[in-house]
């Protein structure tokens, strides 16, 4: 610090030379104060809150569980259900019935809709569909199809029906083809929305001209 009070151009340098040191010393100081004390304001302070938004927006919104059902109870004990389908619906090995259960929203109510398929044991195939509404604490009956074959999905919110198709001699293991049917729900019970038909084996396209006679 004594060149800050030499005389002459040697002074004035080494005045010069000290004030830059000076200043120097200062910035970096408080750089370190800045960036490192507990109490101030820099990225130590920041890296927390960063954080904090990250997990915010990354975490994802909790799914609803549904509730489980005893489907096999609930077609048992269903009104609407045929006589010969509920004596179909006996255990296939031990204690397990041949039922296909789904839970999705397809009525728009507060719990979620329950789809219940009834199969046969040997071949699975569905001898009816049911779609059960949830409405305060018990279920309700608000879809039926019992032609044989039958199976009924939840698809993208709606209900879909397939209803396989047989010609005179086909076996169960191969219809000619199927009728697939969707459902939406719409003032308080499911309206046909569009249907296709799909023929099994046939190429698409042109039918052959018939050959002449003679």
Partial sequence: ???LTGPG???TRSTARAAIAVTAVLAAALLFTGGCGTGGTGARDEGPAHADSVA???APSP???PDRVDAVR???EDPAVSAEVKRELKPCVADEYPVDVSYGNLTGGAADDVVV????CGDAVGVGSYVYRGQGGAYVNVFTAEETPVYAEI?????????QVYDRDDPVSSPSGEH???YRWASGRFVEEYRTHNDYGQVAGAQPAPVPAG
């Fill in 74 to 76: 609930l077609v048992k």
């Fill in 155 to 163: 698809d993208r919110g709606d209900l879909v029906v397939t209803r």
């Fill in 1 to 3: 610090m004594r060149g």
């Fill in 9 to 11: 151009s040697a002074g």
């Fill in 56 to 58: 915010s927006a990354a």
């Fill in 180 to 182: 697939v049917i969707t």
């Fill in 63 to 65: 799914s609803r569980t």
């Fill in 117 to 120: 398929n009834v199969l046969t």
